[in-house]
């Protein structure tokens, strides 16, 4: 079993479309857990972490649950900026040393 | 955010040659820098840890003699693409370790897409 999964994709959905990502992880010492988005032939940019109370920033919403290894990221009202691959990270060393990036989920928002 | 710089952005050689590759923290200290290699459509793949004042770490699988990694200091660490070959043709990124309040996160360089001829 890989250490992080997710969806495999991808993701075509409308414009204002709700869309949601899932990740699930194995290593369940994993210390930090984070969402990334990576545009085509660029680097990931960190889109927000994600803490064991859920957290929202805007029309992102991430979501862990420790005992199901289970991390999620929704979408709301889906803009075509949106379009990328949404990268699951997981921190599964004490000092920020083992970070274990997932295959990655591709979204496309359509007009 | 914090910046990562990574120098040449783009690189075309021939088959054969030598090239390197820096990774730059340019508004904070890193002493830990990781190097990856993404092939496309496929996923980040660790290639090495890079500890400055220390050898790196590599990944199984990447050969060390073959991607020469050096964290000469807090700021800089380099890659260096030995007898480079076609199936080297890869984007290679960087990341640095910030503190960020209580946890710590990666900041990725811009990549360098390699292209060996």
């Known amino acids: 079993r890989k250490e992080v999964e997710q969806d495999p994709g991808p993701f075509n959905v409308p414009e204002g479309a709700t869309v949601a990502f899932n990740c699930t992880y194995s290593?369940?010492?994993?210390?930090?857990f984070f969402w990334y988005r990576q545009d085509c032939r660029k680097e990931p940019k960190l889109l927000m972490s994600v803490y064991s109370s859920g957290n929202e920033d805007g029309r992102f919403t991430a979501q862990l649950n420790r005992a199901s290894q289970y991390i999620s990221l929704l979408i709301r009202d889906s803009k075509l900026s949106d379009s990328a691959t949404y990268l699951c990270?997981?921190?599964?060393?004490?000092?920020?040393?083992?970070?274990?990036f997932g295959p990655g989920t591709r979204l496309s928002v359509l007009p | 955010g914090a910046v990562v710089s990574q120098h040449p952005s783009r690189v075309i050689c021939k088959s054969g040659t030598s090239v390197k590759i820096e990774c730059r923290s340019l508004?904070?200290?890193?002493?830990?820098m990781f190097w990856y290699r993404q092939f496309p459509k496929q996923s980040l793949m660790l290639m090495a840890t890079s500890n400055e004042g220390s050898k790196a770490t590599y990944e199984q699988g990447v050969e060390k003699d073959k991607f020469l990694i050096n964290h000469a200091s807090l700021t800089l660490s380099t890659l260096t693409v030995t007898s480079a070959h076609p199936e080297d043709s890869s984007f290679y990124i960087c990341?640095?370790?910030?503190?960020?309040?209580?946890?710590?996160?990666?900041?990725f360089g811009p990549g360098t897409r390699l292209t060996v001829t």
């Open positions: 990341s640095a370790e910030g503190l960020a309040g209580s946890s710590y996160e990666q900041y």
């Open positions: 290593n369940s010492a994993s210390q930090s």
């Open positions: 990270v997981v921190n599964t060393g004490n000092y920020g040393q083992n970070f274990v």
């Open positions: 508004d904070f200290q890193a002493t830990t």
